[in-house]
């Protein structure tokens, strides 16, 4: 088999595991708002569950993004797309360590409903999800325009993240008995905007994959 | 001059610029640590600065990695190595982001001093920093049973995570005007306990380069 048609065959391979990894992490997301939402014990397990997976398919990308890089010596920009995955999979598996981090603490809520319904941290989550289904795509369709609009989206999260401890904060100093699940709202709201944050660096290294300009905002 | 020896110089010039990285980090903790406990503003400016400097670092490092994989074709071993430095920066560099994020919230808390001297957490940011100190050893002495050891430290982290987080709650509990305060010093312990992860991550990658197995608690 020609070297340049196996090795395209191998970098198929790799973005189609990228990918299968991302809609993972979508799921993820959505089912980490759900469960919150609901107080479903079971569904955060799964998400947990779920982390075990994308661990793996993270150390599987890292090992073959490397056996890439040795085996076929690619040319520049090739280099560039396969260097940027290796970063890229250590992003993504974070989100999803995220997710299991929120899970953890909505099964430690299960046993006390909300002292006040929850309402901006599920649209913050929206948000976060809608910043990472947006990083997917860029990355499939190599689209700097919409790398570029998710990094900016992320001054969006950090407006919902200030309002949100602000409110946490106002309703644990009026209410004694909230200052637990108060502590741990604040811990799953930080964990949303590091989501965010991990949407945004892997923007970053798309956009180098595209220009060969790497900048860190 | 011999291709070999070009690389060497190339590769010398890599592990100069890592441990620099380093030896500006631990004085980022160090100085973190005091700003926290003097509440010097100045100081904690200061590490916000160096934080600008230690970002350009992991940039130049980075782009320093993709060169000396894209030019000098090296040998799986040391290949091994590069990719390994490529990933070792980012955490490095979040360990420094971390400590800005620290000192932003010292600035935060100048105006008001502490409710209670801060006690547990110098002592966990201590640890954090041995444990910083010893990952940056375990690199330049190419010790896996060092790196080992502090892979297995985070353990103590986690138990002043959760005992410090514990003490808060307990004060915010029957002091309603430490609510405020008690948030942002949650902030700081997150930060530690990050900080302290990322150390792991970076012991996890020394590994890698010693003994060819990748492995992600």
Avoid at 60 to 84: K, N
Avoid at 106 to 120: A, D, G, T
Wanted: net charge negative; charged share 30%.
């Amino acid at each position: 088999m020609p070297i340049r048609y196996e090795f395209e065959r191998e970098l198929n391979k790799m973005h189609q595991q990228l990918l299968k990894m991302g809609t993972l992490i979508e799921q993820s997301i959505d089912d980490t708002i759900r469960a919150m939402k609901n107080q479903d014990i079971d569904l955060a397990q799964e998400v947990i569950q779920r982390d075990d997976e994308i661990d793996q398919m993270e150390l599987a990308m890292e090992t073959e993004c490397i056996m890439l890089i040795t085996r076929q010596q690619p040319i520049a920009s090739d280099l560039r797309l396969i260097t940027s995955v290796l970063k890229i999979v250590t992003d993504l598996e974070r989100i999803a360590d995220h997710c299991a981090d929120i899970s953890e603490y909505v099964i430690r809520l299960f046993n006390e409903s909300y002292k006040k319904p929850l309402e901006h941290i599920p649209m913050m989550a929206q948000q976060v999800k809608k910043m990472v289904k947006d990083t997917i795509d860029s990355y499939v369709e190599r689209d700097i325009c919409k790398a570029r609009r998710v990094i900016k989206d992320d001054d969006i999260i950090d407006q919902y993240f200030e309002d949100i401890i602000k409110e946490i904060q106002d309703l644990m100093k009026v209410e004694g008995t909230f200052i637990t699940q108060g502590t741990y709202l604040i811990f799953i709201t930080k964990y949303l905007e590091r989501m965010a944050d991990h949407a945004t660096n892997i923007c970053e290294w798309i956009e180098y994959t595209i220009t060969g300009k790497l900048k860190h905002e």
